[in-house]
């Protein structure tokens, strides 16, 4: 069968794929609708489709959480995939964060802002501040702090070094990012993070893939 393309915009664009998607002799439609509102099921060109899949870029915020709640619902009848390049994470939501369940184990529900607010730190400082090796550093330390999130500290308004402002936003969007994860592992997906760039080329780098078949 071949594939149908579901474009989702919010607000109106461009569409300057759009011409790219007729000279390809693609199918596709665009909706022009808040991401909350989208029910796969009901779109009827893709009604006789048993695999979809979920790619989604600059979905900031709360709409990444939206985007991972229609996924887990189309997973319930059809085999579902979700590529989501994650981004903007201060935008985040308590109202929508689908990772609360996650969160409530080490922080209390007033804290996610925090963390929501300390993730910016991830992507205001250049990486012109970090010396060689310090990735390596970070990385490890990262790992460290999605086993024992517990010693998070909130530092938001102290004067820190730049280097270490950088490492706690990156944490930050570490365990905010783990939150999501464990929702769609609750759900029954297989669940894996890709960096899919150099932190240097951008410090939002992080994917998550997540599959889940319908036999499973």
Same mark, same amino acid.
């Given at each position: 069968?071949? *594939? ?11 569409? %300057? #794929? ?13 909706? %022009?609708?808040?991401? $909350?509102?989208?029910?796969?099921s009901?779109?009827? &060109?893709? /009604?006789?489709? $048993? /695999?979809?899949?979920? *790619?989604? %870029?600059?979905?900031c ?9 229609? #996924? ?22 308590w109202?929508?964060y689908?990772? %609360?369940?996650?969160?409530?184990k080490?922080?209390?529900?007033? +804290?996610f802002?925090?963390l ?5 730190w #991830?992507?205001?400082?250049k +990486? ?21 999130p517990?010693?998070?500290?909130? +530092? &938001? ?7 270490l +402002?950088?490492?706690i ?10 939150? /999501? #994860?464990?929702?769609?592992l609750?759900?029954?997906? /297989?669940?894996?993070?890709? $960096? ?7 410090? &939002?780098?992080?994917?998550l ?8």
């Amino acid at each position: 069968m071949t *594939a149908f393309f579901v474009l989702v915009d919010r607000q109106m664009c461009r569409r %300057k #794929a759009d011409g790219g998607f007729k000279r390809q002799k693609c199918n596709f439609i665009r909706l %022009k609708m808040d991401i $909350k509102d989208v029910d796969v099921s009901g779109v009827p &060109e893709i /009604r006789n489709y $048993k /695999r979809v899949c979920f *790619a989604c %870029k600059h979905l900031c915020g709360g709409a990444t959480d939206l985007a991972l709640v229609s #996924a887990a619902q189309t997973a319930q009848q059809r085999d579902t995939t979700v590529l989501i390049a994650l981004c903007c994470h201060h935008l985040c939501s308590w109202e929508l964060y689908t990772g %609360k369940d996650y969160l409530i184990k080490h922080f209390k529900p007033e +804290q996610f802002y925090n963390l929501t607010s300390l993730s910016s730190w #991830a992507t205001c400082f250049k +990486q012109k501040y970090l010396q060689t090796g310090d990735h390596d550093l970070v990385n490890s330390a990262i790992q460290t702090f999605r086993n024992n999130p517990e010693s998070f500290i909130f +530092q &938001e308004h102290l004067v820190l070094d730049k280097n270490l +402002q950088w490492y706690i936003g990156r944490c930050a969007k570490t365990f905010l990012n783990d939150g /999501r #994860a464990q929702f769609m592992l609750d759900n029954g997906f /297989r669940v894996q993070f890709s $960096k899919y760039v150099d932190v240097n080329v951008s410090p &939002e780098n992080t994917a998550l893939l997540c599959f889940k078949n319908t036999a499973s």
